[in-house]
T-cell receptor, first 113, second 114 residues
Framework: DADVTQTPRNRITKTGKRIMLECSQT?????MYWYRQDPGLGLRLIYY???????NKGEISDGYSVSRQAQAKFSLSLESAIPNQTALYFC????????????FGPGTRLTVT | AQSVTQPDIHITVSEGASLELRCNYS??????LFWYVQSPGQGLQLLLK??????LVQGIKGFEAEFKRSQSSFNLRKPSVHWSDAAEYFC????????????FGAGTILRVKS
């Protein structure tokens, strides 16, 4: 089984709808991240969490919110989706005691029409 | 501005030829350095990393990278490319002043021709 899983893998939704993307990990890592990937822009950090009680904004947090339900679960919400939030979304984890490398889930492709 | 630059958006190489993908960063202190690969429809996989010590680091799948402090570069190399290496490659850095969060370059898409 994959160490970092994301659900759903693909989602098409309409403008104005609320969407939640979920991430679960079995790696036992304390740090979790949400990124979006757009062609030609690489990955940009949306939110990150260093433990269950710690939530921090990344460089592009506007229009997004997150919830860290447990050490293993980190959800990303789009309260009112808009077309320019169409992107590939990745969850990642890392370990405080590790070397800062991050481990990525398979991604969620979100299309907002 | 502080950034990570991958100057080549696309690179095409013949199968069996050598490969070098460039990465430059502009942060004051030497950050931790990483290369990731993303195969079509997949997440990102760590190829290799540099924290300190020997400036030539070996990774998985026959890749290596060389850190050059004077050039603020961390170029990825492979002596002989295989068709299965076709993918998008991302350089990432973890600058100490950013709490060691990762900053990614824009990526380089590698095409392999037979």
């Amino acid at each position: 089984d994959a160490d970092v899983t994301q659900t759903p893998r693909n989602r098409i939704t309409k403008t104005g709808k609320r969407i939640m993307l979920e991430c679960s990990q079995t790696k036992g890592h304390d740090r979790m991240y949400w990124y979006r990937q757009d062609p030609g822009l690489g990955l940009r950090l949306i939110y990150y969490s260093f433990d269950v009680k710690d939530i921090n904004k990344g460089e592009i947090s506007d229009g997004y919110s997150v919830s860290r339900q447990a050490q293993a679960k980190f959800s990303l919400s789009l309260e009112s989706a808009i077309p320019n939030q169409t992107a590939l979304y990745f969850c990642a984890t890392s370990d405080t005691s590790g070397g800062y490398e991050q481990y990525f889930g398979p991604g969620t492709r979100l299309t907002v029409t | 501005a502080q950034s990570v630059t991958q100057p080549d958006i696309h690179i095409t190489v013949s199968e069996g030829a050598s490969l070098e993908l460039r990465c430059n960063y502009s942060y004051g202190a030497t950050p931790y350095l990483f290369w990731y690969v993303q195969s079509p429809g997949q997440g990102l996989q760590l190829l290799l990393k540099y924290f300190s010590g020997d400036t030539l680091v070996q990774g998985i799948k026959g890749f290596e990278a060389e850190f050059k402090r004077s050039q603020s570069s961390f170029n990825l190399r492979k002596p002989s490319v295989h068709w299965s290496d076709a993918a998008e490659y991302f350089c990432a850095v973890a600058p100490p002043q950013y709490g060691n969060k990762l900053v990614f370059g824009a990526g380089t898409i590698l095409r392999v021709k037979s």
